[in-house]
């Protein structure tokens, strides 16, 4: 193996012995694009989430979290469901609200094949790009990634001030971290005659909630 | 196993007319959603990155003797392995090795041009291993024991009628020609794989060397499964991969999705720097060379190794919409298959596919990085004709010929245009609406296979059109 990596680098070396080593460009920062206001932002982000087919919606207060909730678990029939176990869920109040509503509850750390039966999973997000219609999760113990990745459907809960203007944005603040995840829209493919379907690995529906601010 | 001589005009002989069909919607839908994309983006801007793009990856391929070991290290601190592959042979064992150790049975794979490349699923099959390509379209390849059509939509050549024939019998499960049925049929299947796997094995679009974390992007999600849930992940990783940091990264995105599918963005991408909290007990990086380092040695073909998969070339070359992807032999497809393909491969047996073109030029406007593969294609023509320093030429002398004559004319630019100018004039005679049926010898070697798009001076004007 050392005698592999040796050779490698001496080719390398070689090759690139008589020839000038290209600079690395001087800014990266190309083509910022004007943002708006907040509410501009999360209107953007929103209706981008909605194009790639996800389904959207602004939550004005506390009160309208469980009615979006007890929508969210008729429509798409949840009886098992999973979440992210952070501070920010746990002020909601989401746990609470899915058991009154009968959702019987999965631990995040639960097996694989568990998390695969769940019908939802909530998390939050990192952050978001309104240009794309992009969230940002990181992975972490209190934020597992399976939970935005097996069940059938994927809520993700989010504040306005999650919005970023730019990618370089978003990865300036996850570069030091470890596994992170951008995700834009539900699972998709066009490989069968190019015919858009949606959900062929990751979860089915994708729903975005904005909390407004102040959330009282 | 020596690959044999691929013979591009023989091979465009044996091509369905549905994929020629399949090829030229797909295509144009691609392109049509790229240039809607790339408006919103702005030309200028555009532009801009296009040029970022090339700078950053032409830079990293230059300092590659210093990034790679940069990789190395990073990984290394955070606690994944990292092997060095000089060739497919290598790849391969270390590969099948790693997987002798943790005794492993089933393989999920994220679809990997590197992998194809060292051809490691019949090695890992002979091993005793099952191998499940999971995304949907390489699936769908890997159970009609075929190779991929197109390089980011691998069963175009198929129909749903051939899909759903192709699921009863493999699958032996009752499946209608409907593409949600299928689609759903597959994620079944594909679930339980993801689920009881005991490796998960990927490829890598990126590898940022400033953190040494892998970039996947998916737009299925099976990049994600692959990663996440088997205890041991494997990427193998071509070394031109290498980019120097995030800044970077966020140029190549913004570029790639755009460029290939005319999506703003991939639905997935995974940022995986080993080491977390999360994720599979054991990650190993795999930094294949397999004939790179050597490419990196000609000046003026080094440029091929800053592609990063977008198809668009394919997507936007005349002969590809021609000919589909089977032509090209092997795994490498389009304009960027017929300079990566000779480079790799050798002269011996890829020597063909450099002229396989028409020089139309509309391959290096289009490319997201903006690598020459005009001038390549010139370039490696020479290489074919005159000898190779790796594998001796094997051309015909008729190709030969047309091959320095081409170079002559085009370096100069008023012979150019006087060249374009009779050629139109001599096609007068031959023209049948849009196409020519047949050419006079020696071009008919060529429209023997197909009808070949009519010369002219202004392709792109005609490609708007079209
Ligand atoms: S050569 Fe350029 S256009 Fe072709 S696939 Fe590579 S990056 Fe895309």
Redesign the pocket.
């Given at each position: 193996m050392n005698q592999a990596r040796a050779e490698i680098l001496s080719g390398i070396r070689a090759a690139l012995q008589s020839t000038p080593r290209l600079p690395l460009p001087a800014t990266t920062r190309i083509a910022p694009r004007a943002t708006g206001d907040a509410d501009a932002e999360i209107s953007r982000l929103l209706s981008e989430i909605e194009k790639l087919g996800g389904v959207t919606r602004r939550i004005a207060n506390r009160d309208e979290l469980p009615i979006a909730l007890e929508e969210l678990v008729a429509k798409e029939s949840i009886q098992k469901a999973t979440w992210w176990d952070t501070p920010e869920l746990r002020a909601l109040g989401v746990a609470e609200m899915l058991t009154a509503l009968g959702v019987t509850s999965v631990p995040p750390d639960a097996s694989p094949r568990t998390l695969a039966e769940c019908d939802l999973g909530v998390t939050g997000a990192d952050a978001a790009l309104p240009e794309t219609g992009t969230l940002v999760l990181r992975s972490s113990r209190e934020q597992p990634q399976l939970v935005s990745l097996l069940p059938r459907v994927h809520l993700a809960i989010l504040r306005p001030d999650a919005r970023r203007a730019d990618l370089q944005d978003v990865f300036a603040e996850i570069k030091s971290g470890k596994r992170a995840v951008l995700i834009t829209g539900p699972s998709r493919t066009t490989d069968i005659e190019k015919v858009l379907t949606i959900g062929v690995h990751g979860p089915k529906a994708l729903y975005v909630w904005c909390l407004e601010t102040p959330f009282a | 196993m020596p690959i044999p001589h691929i013979d591009f005009r023989a091979n465009t002989q044996r091509v369905s007319p549905h994929l020629i069909a399949a090829t030229q919607k797909s295509t144009r839908t691609a392109l049509a959603k790229r240039a809607q994309a790339i408006e919103i983006v702005g030309e200028d801007q555009w532009q801009a990155l296009r040029q970022a793009g090339h700078d950053i990856k032409l830079h990293a391929l230059t300092h590659l003797d210093e990034y790679l070991p940069m990789v190395e290290a990073r990984v290394t601190q955070a606690g994944g392995v990292v092997h060095w592959a000089r060739d497919d042979v290598e790849a391969r064992r270390i590969v099948l090795e790693i997987a002798a150790q943790h005794r492993v049975k089933r393989i999920v794979k994220s679809k990997s041009m590197a992998t194809e490349e060292i051809e490691l699923n019949r090695a890992l099959q002979d091993a005793g291993i099952a191998v499940f390509e999971t995304d949907l379209g390489e699936y769908i390849v890997q159970l009609a024991g075929q190779r991929p059509s197109h390089?980011t939509a691998p069963a175009l050549h198929l129909t749903k009628e051939d899909i759903a024939a192709l699921f009863r019998a493999k699958l032996g499960v009752d499946a209608p020609p409907d593409p949600q049925t299928l689609c759903e049929i597959a994620r079944g299947k594909l679930r339980e794989e993801f689920l009881s796997a005991d490796m998960g094995i990927s490829g890598g679009n990126f590898l940022i060397a400033e953190t040494g974390t892998l970039v996947i992007v998916t737009n299925e999600g099976n990049g994600r499964m692959c990663t996440a849930l088997p205890p041991v992940h494997v990427a193998i990783v071509g070394i031109e991969k290498v980019i120097p940091d995030w800044e970077g990264l966020a140029v190549m995105l913004k570029l790639l999705a755009r460029?290939g599918t005319g999506q703003k963005i991939t639905a997935y991408t995974n940022l995986i720097t080993p080491g977390g909290e999360e994720g599979p007990r054991e990650f190993h990086l795999v930094l294949l060379d397999n004939g790179r380092s050597r490419m990196l040695q000609d000046e003026i073909a080094r440029e091929t190794l800053a592609?990063?998969?977008?198809?668009?070339?394919a997507n936007i070359c005349p002969v590809y919409n021609h000919v589909g992807g089977f032509a090209y032999g092997a795994i490498f497809l389009g304009?960027?298959g017929a300079i990566v393909a000779p480079q790799l491969l050798g002269v011996k047996v890829a020597g063909d596919l450099p002229f396989a073109s028409s020089l139309c030029g509309a391959?290096g406007d289009?490319?997201?990085?903006k690598?020459p593969?005009p001038n390549i294609l010139l370039h490696l023509r020479h290489r074919v004709v005159e000898g190779d320093q790796f594998a001796s030429a094997t051309v015909s002398p008729i190709l030969g010929v047309g091959a320095r004559v081409g170079t002559t004319a085009l370096g100069t630019p008023w012979l150019y245009r006087l060249g374009a100018r009779m050629m139109r004039l001599f096609q007068a005679s031959f023209r049948r609406g849009d196409w020519l049926p047949t050419l006079p010898p020696p071009l008919d070697r060529w429209t023997m296979a197909r009808p070949f798009p009519a010369f002219r001076s202004d392709f792109r004007a005609w490609w708007r059109r079209r």
């Open positions: - | 390089p460029s592609c990063i998969r977008c198809g668009a070339c304009p960027i391959c289009v490319c997201p990085v690598i593969i």
